[in-house]
Every structure is written in C-alpha cells, then in structure tokens.
C-alpha cells in the first residue's frame, strides 16, 4: 500500500492564482481530511469528508474548497490565493469501523503564495 | 468544547536522559487520545494512542504515555532519550460524537543533545 499520497510536495503561487492539491489513498478509508499546519498553531482542520459525495467544513475553511467524487480522491481547490495561506497542507484518512479514527497522514504539500 | 494544551512549545534533554512531553485536554465525554511524531520535512505518524483500555499506553520507539482522567493528563514519556528522538511530537484529542475529527495541541519540539 502507498498509504496517502500528496502533490505536488512543494509550490510557489502569486496571491490571486488558484490551484488543485492532490491526495489520495489506496486504503479504503471512508474519511478523509485537509488540515494546515502554521508554526506555534498545530494543525487546524479545513475540510473533511466521511464518504463519497459527502463533504463538510472544518475550522479554517474560508478560501478553500473540496469534493469527493470517489471513496480514494479528497482534492483542495484554492480558490484565489492570498499570502495568509502559506503553509503546509496534510491530507489524512481514516477507517471509521473501531470508533476512534486513527488518521494516516500524508507527507504535505508546502505551498508558498507571494 | 475540546481542546488539547502542550505545556512547553520547546523541550531540550540530554541524549540518554528523561524524555517527558506533557498535554492536558479538556473533554466533557471520556475522550481518545493520540500522539503523533513529526520529523522534519516529513508528515505526522502515530505513535501511541489511547482509546479506553489500558491506562499506560505504550508506543512505537520506546514511547509510552499514561492516562490520567483525575489530572485530565495525557503526558509522553521515554526512559532514554536518542538523537533520533529529536522532532515535534503533537497531542490530539478526538471530538466529541465520534466526528472523526482530531483537536491538536501546538506541538513540542524535541530537541537532543549529545
């Protein structure tokens, strides 16, 4: 299994541009999550997802948004880009059956919008 | 409303010596709890998580943490400490109501010294 994949793992945009990062995974986990991760803050939770064709808002989901069309794609659209949203993304997944959702982590998109 | 507070946002120890990385939380249900290591440049991987059973949780990488529901504590624990021990280890608590969504502290950098 490659777990959850992310790309690009690094990018540069010019504030008002917007862009796609990628995440997926290969463990037919029903939930999935985008968090941003700012120094001194932890990571904040943007959007989730716990199924196909079933999105809902996080903490911090203003500029951002997401669909789920298939149980293994969870796409962030970045609407118009601004400075306030460097950072660095992780997409997660979990399996719902034990209760607890133990979340798998991808290793992150580290974008920066000048 | 959850919420997860690390005391100490840097924590330096000696190679060899006692590795102790504190997080209280705040849960009006009996919560799951989990911390996750962060290596530069890489995403989060779980280390030890806590979902009512044993009260002393033990870990990947020697780590063990210990519930403590009268001092509300999740605190992370190693005997010894290596250089390659040296990261930002994050606590996290799950939401209330079984969302899936995970609460973080701001994180505690680890940093070992020879």
């Known amino acids: 299994n490659a777990g959850v994949t992310q790309t690009p793992k690094f990018q540069v945009l010019k504030t008002g541009q917007s862009m796609t990062l990628q995440c997926a995974q290969d463990?037919?986990?029903?939930?999935m999550s985008w968090y941003r991760q700012d120094p001194g803050m932890g990571l904040r939770l943007i959007h989730y997802?716990?199924?196909?064709?079933?999105?809902d808002q996080g903490e911090v989901p203003n500029g951002y948004n997401v669909s789920r069309s298939t149980t293994e794609d969870f796409p962030l659209r970045l609407l118009s880009a601004a400075p306030s949203q460097t950072s660095v993304y992780f997409c997660?997944?979990?399996?719902?059956?034990?209760?607890?959702?133990?979340?798998?982590f991808g290793p992150g998109t580290r974008l920066t919008v000048t | 409303a959850q919420s997860v507070t690390q005391l100490g946002s840097h924590v330096s120890v000696s190679e060899g010596a006692l590795v102790l990385l504190r997080c209280n939380y705040s849960?009006?249900?009996?919560?799951?709890l989990f911390w996750y290591v962060q290596y530069p440049n890489q995403g989060l991987q779980l280390l030890l998580k806590?979902?009512?059973?044993?009260?002393l949780v033990k870990g990947i990488n020697g780590f063990e943490a210990e519930f403590k529901k009268s001092e509300t504590s999740f605190h992370l624990t190693k005997p010894s400490a290596h250089m390659s021990d040296a990261a930002e280890y994050f606590c996290?608590?799950?939401?209330?109501?079984?969302?899936?969504?995970?609460?973080f502290g701001q994180g505690t950098t680890l940093q070992v010294k020879p």
């Open positions: 997660a997944s979990s399996y719902t059956g034990t209760g607890y959702y133990e979340q798998y």
């Open positions: 463990m037919n986990h029903e939930y």
């Open positions: 997802s716990v199924g196909a064709g079933i999105t």
């Open positions: 849960s009006s249900v009996p919560p799951y």
């Open positions: 806590y979902t009512s059973a044993a009260t």
């Open positions: 996290a608590v799950s939401e209330a109501g079984n969302t899936g969504k995970l609460i």
